[in-house]
């Protein structure tokens, strides 16, 4: 905890006039006063976001706002596609821009020939896919809007094979309620204490089998960059950016992401961020 | 009753007779009221924790990172980094407060758009910044919603809010009174003075419903409610721009209001809000 305090140039200011009357002397206890209230109610708010059991209270939201959105605007509402146009002259990159996983870089420098995206868990025909078997299943191209939890946002052109066209080839089990998307790209250095700090996220069944929800190849009409999650990524687009996870590797449906890695289903809620992402 | 026993008040001067009191607002409104303060304190404050995460603000659809019209950041000088502001192309040096401050004892500046005693939290936690602000939003929105339930139910719009065609007419008045800080005594001051009723119905119907679309216009999944209408507020980081905008306004509003607090009579005004009995400031003799 650090302590904190309101600048003092903001509680003391009204010296120039010379003259201490009793008005004045007033206004300092009353300036005074509000300043020191200040500073503890500011102190409490850091004390109550180190307080887990508040923290939890606050977070809860999340859970009341995604079960308003699930009625308004519903489970198959519709993110706003864009115009030609209107896609960015650059697409903007964030995150990873270059995974340092020695693995990836392999696969990467075959031109991702060797790459495969294993689709298992709670399915009865667990499979994999190349990068030409998914570019050869139907696809879907949109222009959309990508929106950061940081507040900025970038529109771009993606094409590729619609999740739930893959889910259907693997069958899930009547017991899956989320899809897990595990990544090549280790956020916190290359793993060498075998620590895995690879990136991961999940959605639950709506998201996942979302008529926008892609497995995107293809950004601008060109192969992924690397910088964008190459040589396959998913597309979100009714959350924020963090949900749309780069350099897939596998896909896994699951009942439950409780026992994975920090237990809040992705490596952003695992630091603190909300698992539902549509605000 | 003996002819005698005549009651004190009729035999002194007005200026020496006790204020009259009026209960002037009633309990929802007090309550309301103070859970508004809570609300919007942590949701300026947090809200701000989120700006700086991208100190930046951009008038379309999406982000030319390029050429934001404002932008608080930290810029290399000799010897270090000094804090500026951009608006419109011109730079402003605002050093120590905006684009680098001191975080709390700190002898040395870090790089932060807003101070952190001007956020929630104080050191620079988005995520935590965002918990604080989407929990205190469903409360400030459901708070909102009956308030204005309430004020059109229960005649508070209609008898307290509205002004009247007379008011408006006067409001020349009115104006030229509040520049000279003079406030209305006797039978004026137990109505709301024709500003007061404008600021508060811009506020009410204007400001407030703004910040809170302008918000909802941010998030991804309210985008899709009906397909395009964030077009309606100029894209998503035109909202984003608004929603900063109409805080702005919500803060100004609140500083000119306890300011108008203090110089009117403070604890009588606060006693008002508490208790909702209110002190009737008396007419001058002779006036």
Known sequence: MTKRTIRSGHANAGHTNGGQGAGTKRRHLLRAALGGVGTVALAGCDRLSNNEAFVDVLKSAQHLSRAVHKIVPGRKAMAQEFAPADVAAHFRSNGTLMPADADYQALQKGGFSEWKLQVGGLVETPAAFTLAELRAMPSRTQITRHDCVEGWSSIGQWKGVQLSHVLAQVKPLANAKYVVFRCADS????????????YYES?????????????????????????????????????LGYKHAKYLMRIDLVESFAPLRGGNGGYWEDNGYEWYAGI | MNPSAVPVDATVAPALAPPERIYRHRLPVRLMHWINVVCLTILLMSGLTIFNAHPALYWGRDSTFSAPWVSIMAVDVPGGFAGVTRIAGRTFDTDGVLGASKVGDATTKTARAFPSWATIPGPQWLSMGRHWHFFFAWLFVLNGIAYVLYAVFSGHLKRDLLPTGAELRNIGRSIKEHLMFKHPTGAAAKRYNVLQNLAYLVVIFGLLPLVIVAGMAMSPMLDSVVTGWVELLGGRQSARTLHFLAAMGLLLFVLVHVFEVIVSGVWNQLRSMVTGWYAVPADKVGE
């Not at chain 1, 956020?187 to 690879?198: E, K, N, Q």
């Not at chain 1, 192969?223 to 009714?238: D, F, K, M, W, Y």
């Open chain 1, 187 to 198: 956020m916190d250095g290359p793993s060498l204490d075998g620590r895995d700090s690879r």
């Open chain 1, 203 to 239: 959605v639950d069944l709506d998201d996942a089998n979302h008529v926008q929800t892609v497995l995107a190849y293809e950004l601008n009409g060109q192969p992924l960059p690397v910088s964008n999650g190459a040589p396959l990524r998913v597309r979100i687009e009714r959350q």
